[in-house]
């Protein structure tokens, strides 16, 4: 069935490194890709949408250029957290909508990437 | 904009039982999707159960099921037969019928099954 492989699942860096996220969609073209970030026992919060080939959209209060996002392929969406500091250590999940009735599609989620900045 | 809450940050039941899971949205439109989400240790997120706002019917998935009151916008989950894999954080989740899905989150609720 249809697959999100989302790369790293766990990193740890120190402060100020940039940090990319892979999510890559396998068996089926993501054009939409959504990216969300959690941070203990809460719940996921939207930070931004992919679409391919165009500007991401972002959602209120997520800094653009702290959280660079790319969607260069159907396949391939990318989360890049540059200059990250501990503030920005967190759970960040991908996810892409399947086939189905527009809104009611499933939504095939990575498996999430733990970040810890030092 | 669409908000979802769940009023129960944490909930416990025994093995066997039955427990419900509370959720309220709000929302303008008539067409509109609701989910539950399981999200256990591991924190993969594993769709429990889907319901379309024009179906009047619940959905039920085998020990899942939904009590959806679409006028007072309430959206339970029952888990019966509780088992110690149901162990989870549990989200109410909310798509409109014209997006691709972008999903509004309830606050999740954390649910233990004892033995």
């Known amino acids: 069935g249809a697959v999100v492989s989302q790369h790293p699942s766990w990193v740890i860096c120190k402060s100020g490194t940039s940090v990319k996220i892979e999510c890559r969609s396998l068996d089926f073209q993501a054009t939409t890709m959504f990216w969300y970030r959690q941070f203990p026992k809460q719940s996921l919060m939207l930070m931004a949408t992919s679409n391919e080939g165009s500007k991401a959209t972002y959602e209120q209060g997520v800094e653009k250029d702290k959280f660079l996002i790319n969607h260069a392929s159907l396949t391939l969406s990318t989360l890049t957290v540059t200059s990250a500091h501990p503030e920005d250590s967190s759970f960040y999940i991908c996810s892409a909508p399947g086939q189905g009735r527009l809104g009611g599609q499933p939504q095939h989620f990575g498996d999430g990437t733990r970040l810890s900045i030092l | 904009a669409q908000t979802v809450t769940q009023s129960q940050p944490e909930m416990s039941v025994q093995e066997a039982e039955t427990v419900t899971l509370s959720c309220t949205y709000d929302?303008?439109?008539?067409?509109?999707?609701l989910f539950w989400y399981k999200q256990p240790p591991s924190r993969q997120m594993i769709l429990v159960i889907r319901?379309?706002?024009?179906?009047?019917q619940n959905a039920t998935e085998n020990r899942f099921s939904v009590n959806f009151q679409k006028a007072a916008k309430s959206f339970s989950l029952k888990i019966s037969d509780s088992q110690l894999g149901d162990t989870a954080m549990y989200f109410c989740?909310?798509?409109?019928?014209?997006?691709?899905?972008?999903?509004?989150f309830g606050q999740g609720t954390i649910l233990t099954v004892h033995p």
């Open positions: 929302t303008s439109e008539n067409n509109y999707y």
């Open positions: 319901q379309e706002a024009y179906k009047q």
């Open positions: 989740a909310y798509a409109g019928g014209t997006s691709y899905g972008k999903l509004t």
